[in-house]
């Protein structure tokens, strides 16, 4: 370990740092035994990483840790009490029993939480980074990953989009040679991870992760490179971790002579070394920063240990799922006539002006204009800053919308087709869906899809799938069948602070015309309308299905409510409940396949609350429970 210039003072506050987190998880370790806690997941061996990188950072610069980096909590001086409670799963712990272990972020320590899959953390890295750069701030972002999470594809995805955005952003793999329990190896077939970084045309370096020293000035050094010319870089650490996983994963896949010979690398070790070969810091000094530590760890565990688990009620949990957003009506009397693709246009053209902090990605939307021409235009007056193109990169686009909406961002991420959403999926509904309701985090997302059949696609440009997402609770999912209704929803949508899935019928955008008022108004989402008034039979459904209704309603001069949803989730009950009381009768349409859409759930809803005034079985008409076909005959 080499002689740096450090006062005693900085390599006692070393000393403090590296050693926390290996007298935690000592503690933790006799707690699990004990049954007191069910689990926690182990860096042993790996601390002088995680000190190392976080100290080096500003306490403002935001970390994306994994769930084994329990040094990057310590560091930034989290809790004890809220960790432990935490561990323990109770109403105290940073996400109010909710999450286990390291999955919760605090927004005071600049940490973000992961989830448990794997990868997702990088792509939110990246709306982190892309936030400091377009605040020129100054600031990085340093995101974790391990050996193995460095196989997934947002790890790919990350790279390749953090290259080609220049962002300033340090990604770190902790390479202990073991996804778990699978080899390097098995892994990964090049030398170093310096070479993939090197793939994706970043500065990339490997250093011994185990010396406290290196990797402390190797990332001081990184950033005072990323200041000057703002592109990122890729650090490979080689560490080794002495415990597994988590406890009950064990060591037993570990050769022996390997466990034997990184233990002599153990970082604390041999960091007590170097001091009492360097310096006149003694014994005695240790022994008392290490048992300041431990009686801060007791009475910490002990007020946890008394703490009570969480008393939520039902409301309050229900509350927590999104964030509270008070509508302001905005009314415009003045109207004029637009396609729905134009309203749809306006709306963003209006928001964008209104909303300086309103960033939207997609492929193909800057200079082209995207796919339908919706965003044609937008570049020349935003910016690219602002109308950002991006690699085909769906999964960490969507994730980088979160990051962005953590540093007090908007943003709209336009999937090119609704059905491409799939590749995704993974980053809404476990990522943007649930950040709200594990530890308050923002998730200002709005995620355009155009969606639909009707327009020859075939069966991957053509899906309705907005069934993927009504279940998801943390979503909001928007279908509106009328130009009037589009703008003042999408504009609605963006307003919102919670994330949003935002359907667009393809078919609808050049076919469709209507009165829509001019400048920016709103209308409140989750609120369904009643097209028409009548007394035989209630119609509920919407998008093309709305137009659908029309024609057979004005064909068969049908006395009917008709009811246009626009919004699925939340859906507007009682408006579906009152009508089919009056009426005694109801059809359920929607261009959804039948089994699985969204039409089962609006029939039990009115199972449930009608049923008694029901003079008639509920009917719904969907699709066949095929993929879309190209040929219109079919």
Not at 132 to 156: I, M
Not at 366 to 388: Q, W
Request: hydrophobic letters at 35%.
């Amino acid at each position: 370990m080499k002689k740096p210039q450090y006062t005693n003072d900085d390599l006692k506050n070393f000393y403090h740092y590296l050693v926390l987190p290996r007298l935690v998880e000592e503690k933790m370790l006799i707690l699990l035994r004990q049954g007191k806690i069910s689990k926690w997941f182990s860096g042993m061996g790996q601390e002088a990483v995680s000190v190392g990188i976080t100290l080096a950072l500003d306490n403002d610069e935001y970390v994306l840790p994994l769930h084994s980096n329990l040094s990057v909590f310590t560091t930034r001086n989290i809790d004890l009490f809220r960790l432990f409670c935490q561990f323990q799963g109770k109403f105290d712990g940073f996400t109010k029993g909710r999450d286990r272990s390291f999955h919760f972020g605090s927004k005071q320590h600049s940490i973000i939480g992961m989830i448990s899959h794997l990868g997702p953390q990088m792509g939110v890295a990246l709306g982190v980074a892309l936030a400091n750069k377009l605040k020129n701030n100054n600031k990085v972002a340093v995101v974790f990953s391990g050996d193995g999470g460095a196989s997934e594809g947002d790890f790919h995805e990350a790279l390749n989009v953090a290259s080609v955005w220049s962002l300033p952003i340090i990604f770190v793999v902790e390479n202990n040679g073991y996804g778990l329990s699978t080899p390097s190896n098995e892994q990964f077939n090049c030398k170093s991870f310096k070479d993939k970084g090197v793939g994706y045309g970043m500065k990339a370096h490997s250093i011994d992760g185990n010396n406290f020293f290196d990797v402390f000035e190797k990332v001081k050094k990184i950033k005072e490179k990323i200041h000057k010319d703002g592109k990122p870089h890729l650090l490979e650490c080689l560490t080794f971790r002495v415990r597994g996983h988590e406890e009950s994963s064990g060591t037993k896949y570990v050769p022996e002579s390997e466990m034997k010979k990184w233990k002599s690398y153990d970082p604390i070790k041999n960091f007590r070394k170097f001091l009492f070969e360097n310096t006149k810091i003694d014994t005695s000094h240790l022994e008392k920063i290490e048992n300041d530590i431990r009686a801060e760890i007791d009475k910490s565990w002990n007020l946890a240990e008394s703490s009570s688990f969480s008393n939520s009620t039902i409301e309050d949990e229900l509350s927590d799922v999104y964030q509270k957003h008070d509508f302001i009506k905005k009314d415009k009397i003045k109207t004029k006539e637009l396609r729905f693709i134009d309203a749809i246009s306006e709306a963003i053209d209006l928001s964008m002006s209104k909303h300086k902090n309103l960033i939207i990605m997609g492929q193909d939307i800057a200079e082209y204009g995207g796919v339908f021409k919706v965003t044609e235009g937008l570049v020349n007056k935003y910016g690219k800053d602002r109308v950002r193109n991006t690699p085909l990169c769906e999964s960490v686009i969507l994730s980088s919308a979160l990051g962005l909406s953590v540093c007090g961002f908007k943003s709209i991420v336009e999937m090119q087709f609704a059905d491409f959403v799939s590749t995704g999926f993974n980053a809404i509904v476990n990522n943007l869906a649930k950040s709200y309701y594990r530890w308050g985090q923002n998730s200002d997302v709005t995620v355009r899809m155009p969606t639909g059949a009707g327009v020859g696609a075939g069966p991957f440009h053509s899906q309705t799938n907005e069934a993927w997402f009504t279940k998801t609770p943390g979503l909001i999912v928007v279908y509106p069948a009328f130009p009037y209704d589009a703008k003042g929803l999408l504009i609605s949508s963006i307003e919102n602070p919670n994330p949003v899935l935002f359907f667009e019928h393809k078919a609808l955008y050049r076919s469709i015309r209507g009165d829509v008022p001019e400048g920016y108004f709103n209308i409140e989402i989750g609120k369904a309308k009643l097209l028409t008034v009548g007394s035989d039979i209630s119609v509920i459904t919407y998008g093309s299905g709305v137009h659908e209704a029309i024609k057979v309603i004005e064909n068969n001069s049908i006395s009917c409510d008709l009811i246009d949803l626009r919004t699925l989730s939340p859906l507007d009950k009682d408006t579906i409940i009152n009508s089919v009381n009056k009426t005694g009768k109801a059809i359920i349409l929607h261009e959804d396949s039948l089994f699985g859409g969204l039409g089962s759930e609006i029939s039990s809803i009115i199972m449930e609350n009608c049923f008694e005034n029901l003079d008639a079985p509920v009917r719904r008409v969907g699709s066949l429970d095929t993929p879309i076909p190209f040929e219109e005959s079919l």
